[in-house]
């Protein structure tokens, strides 16, 4: 061993070496008794010359100008400085010599201090971090506000804000014991002089010089082959050696589980020529309030995707560069040119270098500050683990995280328009022409697939990786208390990978968020876009930068927000429509203005080819001092024309919330190209300067929103988004030309990419010629329709002629609680063969009858269809089936449980965020009506195309004034309901049988889906669970009956007895208290009770709540309900493994808390997790049925 010794002088101790090799121990102080005096280890050696591509050198062994802890321990303990980093109390003004912290620090004079930028951009070229010198601290100089203030040797040179959004970071550099690279052969011979140019960035276009500072040669510490590592209070100086692989200041190498114990905590490291600390095949280590500045390549790092359950908190990464001064600068598109493997870029993802580099999030990622750099945390999507783990059967990118809480992350994102904050994006793989060389793709890159968090591990499961991921299987990244602040892209860019952000704020960005992803749920957001403070940007052009709140995608996504707040975002233009204040907005002055085109809400229309389905819904929007709200987007021609994807933009708002009506609205285009198709009725509100239009949900009984895709003749539709340069006319004949575009409207010679081959409208004369002399919403070769469904039907003309053979899939609605009918015209005569098919089993067919009436068909399961003589029209209600099985037809509910076997959990896909569900196609199950009629000279469709005769939708004394209502005059109330036959061919709902679990998402592995609060808040935990990875917490409870709550009308019957039961247990300092599991019972005769069951329990451990109820009622069970109850106001508890499971007919409960036919309490109104209060007409929605395709839970 060799064990430094304090002087006892005090005198200070150096030792200079061209390196160590520790095989017994190496020790400086310990844990109870730490180095209290100056010690300083400088390690010599230059750089060798005969590195090859992959970072290797016989010459560089783990011992050459290195600390080698080869099978032994480093165990070094410097004077404890705490703490390492603060914040900035009070704004730092040009000038001051002094600043205020928010916390007591023992910091002391002479030692050097990082101030961290709150410019926008950081680069070694033009940054505003500055190290100062301590001259002396006062401790509580304002008490009970103020921690210490901590004065220097001389003034700052920037301005550092710090405001009730965010604050600068301060940084302890200084440590007593020192460990650091020599000065004469450690610095790079190769430094950048400045003066190269790239893509430009708001107004300038300076770059690093690439191929430039590649010869940084400091010391390094490596602990490998079994050795152990335990550092805190050390200062790592001009350490890492640049594209030396494996050689970083710190470094665990491959030490598996066995350095459980290990950590590396309050040390500093600045000045480093490659990386701060690497866990590399490391599991179970701690890194944690270290402070990192000016570092070569990414900071904190995760190396080969392998590395888990290691806990990474309180770390500051500042001041972060691309190795050799390579950089993904690049403009507004998707795409970046990949980075190949060289020798002066041995990883090429380091072109993206950012003060956090996590490949795999299965780690716990907890209140981090990363300033500057490509990004602030780094999420690479890894297919498959590299390095010298490479063969290991995982998939990192697919790992669940653990905890990624109370990050922050400025001063970054510059070099891309969408380089995030947080960027869970850019792919790193084995090149296939090489496959030992690894590329970087740092832009949009699903060619080697996608992130898909999976409960299962298809690696272990099936031996393959990128097996599916089924519904009942999906998982859901989760980030949480987040923060991002000064930065001139969006706050998060995820190019894939479902996630839940929740509580995440974004102060002075151009984007609040960019999510790129199905299956996106955000809560509690807070985008600001500009909070008044000056921006401090190269060029000085703030008014460059965008101040836009959220986009919706144009395709494949679902989105639903929540709960959450924009503030001082959107243009402030003459619109004035939604606030009339001078200060909504921002302006485009030179201080802290914004682009004159900035939104809070952005909708991309510019493509003809990628097109939205359902995908978007919102609650609980909050706006303060925003300017324009609305727009869509078309970047190439400002929707002139309009695109397929501009005329099908959708949005259901909930609550109104983000309209602005404070009803349930769905928003749509309002482009004219659309026609009237969502401009149905005079209560129709427009938004111009989007432009949209707002429909009023409840003006009609059954409105809801419905897609599908049309597919008639193969040909014209193959031509979609093809390459051709030629765009497709009708002397083509489908042939060697293309349609409908990403971006193209026309051609070279002017002919359009994506023209209309018919129309698409609502039935009734409101809806004609004479009403909307645009014929509707143009069909193309693209032929996907979104639009409102609850109405009369829609009515398909087809250019050509009625087709022959039509196909529809992709089909989005929730069948039970709005009808989609569509109408196709057909000459007297024709016979009808009409099927749906299920995916993936050619015998799961089911054949549509013939019924007498349009009613019939509107009111049917499903499987019916109807020709009408007298106007020629063929009528077919579409409905959403499940994707592999249609036994037991019926009109599904998108609550319906799988009956096909397999893992799924719902019988049709769905997405479920904050109590909002939103229907999602499945591929492969389609509907194909087949005409039987003569063909014509355009093959493919029938001869002839009977005269149009309009149908009479409303009865004597009526007019039509929606696309769903008749009433006896525009304006009035007395309206038309009309009531339908008896639906046709009814199947029973799926039942469950003795035995069976009747509870939904028991164990709450799958968040709160199915799950709601009874008033008070109901959240997911991690931290506990009876079984599983997480339980559900009953929180901020004003009463003793708040708690889970979830329906169970569908799955309980009357006169029957179940065995009910859930584990519980309390939180906080509560030792005890009663838990009362309840049914409350409504019954049309008997009125309103409540059964429950009851137990003691505690805060140390699980009890079992169980016992039996019979659920007697003396007329009609019309509602059923189970729920948690019972400990005092305000004390929390956690709730896990519910059941319910029916163990006889009839009966008497051998167990009752209690029965009455009073109320107990009243649900006065319902909260979600997120915070949202449902009003008392919505809590009356949530059991009576809505005619909308969305679901409040």
């Known amino acids: 061993e060799l064990i430094f010794g304090e002087d006892a002088g005090g005198a200070a101790i150096t030792l200079d070496a061209a390196g160590m090799d520790v095989q017994g121990a190496l020790r400086a102080g310990s844990e109870t008794c730490v180095y209290d005096t100056e010690l300083t280890i400088t390690l010599h050696g230059s750089r060798p010359t005969d590195l090859d591509i992959y970072g290797k050198s016989p010459t560089a062994t783990p011992s050459y100008k290195g600390i080698s802890v080869n099978g032994g321990i480093i165990s070094m303990h410097g004077k404890r400085h705490f703490p390492t980093w603060s914040r900035l109390a009070e704004k730092v003004p040009i000038g001051q010599n002094y600043l205020l912290l928010q916390e007591h620090v023992n910091w002391e004079a002479g030692q050097e201090v990082l101030l961290t930028t709150t410019a926008v951009h950081d680069s070694r070229d033009w940054h505003r971090n500055e190290v100062m010198t301590i001259d002396y601290v006062v401790d509580n100089p304002i008490p009970g506000v103020v921690g210490s203030a901590v004065h220097f040797t001389s003034p700052a040179t920037y301005a550092h804000i710090a405001n009730n959004g965010y604050q600068a970071e301060v940084g302890l550099l200084s440590r007593n014991i020192k460990i650091q690279g020599a000065a004469d052969d450690s610095e790079p011979t190769d430094p950048d002089t400045g003066g190269c140019t790239g893509n430009g960035h708001f107004g300038v276009n300076f770059k690093p010089c690439p191929w430039t500072s590649t010869t940084g040669f400091g010391g390094h510490i490596m602990v490998h082959s079994g050795g152990k590592g335990y550092m805190e209070g050390v200062e790592l100086y001009r350490m890492g050696q640049t594209n030396v692989l494996g050689r970083y200041p710190f470094h665990w190498h491959q030490l598996g589980n066995a350095c459980s114990d290990c950590y590396f905590r309050a040390n500093s490291i600045h000045r480093s020529f490659y990386r701060c600390i690497s866990i590399h095949g490391t599991h179970n280590t701690t890194v944690s309030e270290n402070v990192a500045y000016d570092v070569d390549g990414y900071c904190y790092y995760l190396e080969d995707g392998v590395e888990e359950d290691n806990t990474i908190s309180f770390n500051l990464a500042a001041h972060i560069h691309p190795v050799s001064n390579v950089v993904a600068d ?696 009876h079984s599983g990875t997480q339980s559900v917490l009953a929180t901020g409870r004003t009463s003793t009956w708040n708690g889970p709550q979830q329906t169970m009308i569908e799955r309980m019957s009357a006169n029957k007895t179940y065995r009910i039961s859930c584990w519980a247990k309390l939180k906080g300092i509560t030792s005890s208290d009663t838990l009362k599991l309840t049914l409350r019972i409504d019954d049309d005769v008997g009125g309103r009770k409540w059964l429950g069951i009851s137990n003691t329990i505690n805060n140390q451990d699980w009890t079992l709540i169980q016992g039996d109820i019979a659920v007697n009622v003396a007329g009609t069970l019309t509602g059923i309900d189970l729920y948690a109850e019972g400990p005092a106001v305000g004390v929390e508890y956690y709730v896990d493994d519910v059941s319910a499971i029916e163990v006889s007919s009839g009966g008497r409960s051998l167990e009752s808390a209690r029965s009455s036919t009073q109320p107990q309490h009243e649900d006065v109104e319902m909260q979600a997790a997120s915070g949202a209060v449902v009003s008392p007409m919505f809590a009356l929605l949530a059991v009576v049925p809505i005619f909308l395709w969305y679901q409040w839970k």
């Open 330 to 1025: 690049s403009g507004g598109g998707q795409t970046i040119t990949p980075f190949v493997q060289s020798r002066d870029l041995i990883l090429p993802a380091d072109a993206t270098a950012s003060g956090y580099y996590i490949t795999n999030l299965h780690n716990d990622i907890i209140g981090n500050a990363a300033s500057g750099g490509w990004a602030g945390f780094a999420l690479p999507v890894l297919h498959s683990p590299i390095g010298a783990n490479r063969d290991v059967n995982m998939r990192p990118g697919n790992r669940l995280t653990k905890v990624f809480d109370g990050n922050v992350a400025h001063s970054t994102g510059w070099w891309w328009s969408h380089a995030g904050a947080f960027y869970s994006g850019g792919s790193l793989y084995y090149s296939s022409g090489d496959d030992t060389l690894l590329e970087y793709n740092a832009g949009r890159d699903q060619s080697k697939g996608t992130r898909s968090p999976c409960l299962v591990d298809k690696c272990v499961e099936n031996n393959n990786c990128g097996s599916y991921c089924y519904e009942g299987e999906r998982a859901w990244y989760k980030l949480t208390n987040n923060k991002v602040f000064m930065t001139a892209s969006p706050s998060l860019n995820s190019w894939s990978g479902r996630m839940e952000v929740i509580r995440f704020e974004a102060h002075d960005v151009a984007l609040g968020m960019e999510a790129l992803q199905d299956g996106f749920g955000i809560d509690q957001l807070l985008v600001e876009c500009r909070s008044g403070e000056e921006w401090v940007i190269p060029g000085n052009r703030p008014d460059y930068v965008s101040a836009n709140g959220f986009f919706w995608y144009d395709t494949g996504q679902g989105h639903i927000i929540s709960s959450s707040t924009f503030r001082n975002c959107g243009a402030r233009n003459a619109n004035n429509a939604y606030d009339t204040s001078p200060t909504r907005g921002c302006d485009t002055n030179e201080i802290n203005g914004c682009s004159s085109g900035s939104t809070v809400w952005g909708f991309l229309t510019h493509s003809d080819q990628f097109t939205p389905e359902l995908m978007q819904a919102t609650s609980g929007i909050t706006y303060e001092d925003c300017g324009r709200r609305f727009k869509l987007v078309d970047f190439k021609d400002n929707n002139t024309p309009s695109s397929v994807s501009g005329r099908a933009q959708n949005w259901i708002d909930t609550d109104g919330s983000a309209s602005g009506l404070n009803e349930p609205t769905i928003m749509a285009s309002g482009l004219t190209d659309a026609g009237n198709w969502w401009k149905v009725d005079s209560n129709v509100l427009d938004d111009p300067e989007a432009p949209l239009a707002f429909i009023k949900v409840n003006d009609g009984n059954e409105r809801g929103l419905g897609h599908i895709r049309l597919r008639w003749k193969d040909e014209i539709h193959n031509t979609v988004g093809n390459g051709s340069s030629k765009a497709c006319t009708p002397s083509d004949n489908w042939q060697n030309c293309g349609t409908c575009y990403n971006g193209l409207k026309v051609d070279g010679s002017g002919d359009p990419y994506c023209p209309a081959l018919g129309r698409i409208r609502h039935i009734g004369s409101k809806f004609d010629l004479t009403n909307d002399p645009t014929g509707g919403l143009p069909i193309t070769a693209n032929a996907e329709v979104a639009g409102l469904t609850g109405g009369f039907a829609w009515l398909l003309q087809l250019d050509d002629g009625p087709p022959k053979s039509l196909k529809i899939d992709q089909i989005e609605v929730d069948p039970v609680e709005t009808p989609m009918v569509l109408a196709i015209p057909y000459d007297s005569g024709t016979s009808f063969s009409i099927t749906a098919h299920a995916a993936y089993c050619s015998s799961c067919v089911e054949t549509f009858f013939a019924v007498n009436s349009v009613d019939h068909v509107r009111a049917s399961q499903g499987n019916t269809y109807y020709y009408d003589e007298a106007t020629k029209l063929l009528y077919v209600r579409i409905i959403q089936t499940p994707q592999t099985y249609l036994t037991e037809w019926h009109l599904w509910n998108l609550d319906d449980l799988n009956m096909g076997g397999g893992p799924k959990t719902h019988a049709l896909d769905r997405f479920t965020f904050s109590g909002i569900t939103l229907p999602s196609f499945a591929y492969g199950p389609y509907l194909q009506i087949e005409a039987d009629c003569a063909e014509g000279a355009i093959s493919g469709h029938c001869a002839t195309t009977p005269s149009y005769v309009e149908p009479e939708v409303c009865p004597p004394d009526y007019i039509q004034v929606s696309y769903d209502k008749c009433c006896v005059s525009e304006g009035s109330s007395d309206c038309y309901i009309p009531t339908f036959p008896p639906t046709f061919s009814p199947t029973p709902q799926p039942t469950f049988g003795q035995g069976d679990n009747l509870v939904l998402n028991p164990g709450f592995e799958s968040g709160l889906t199915d799950w709601y609060a009874n008033s008070g808040l109901i959240q997911i935990d991690t931290s506990q669970a």
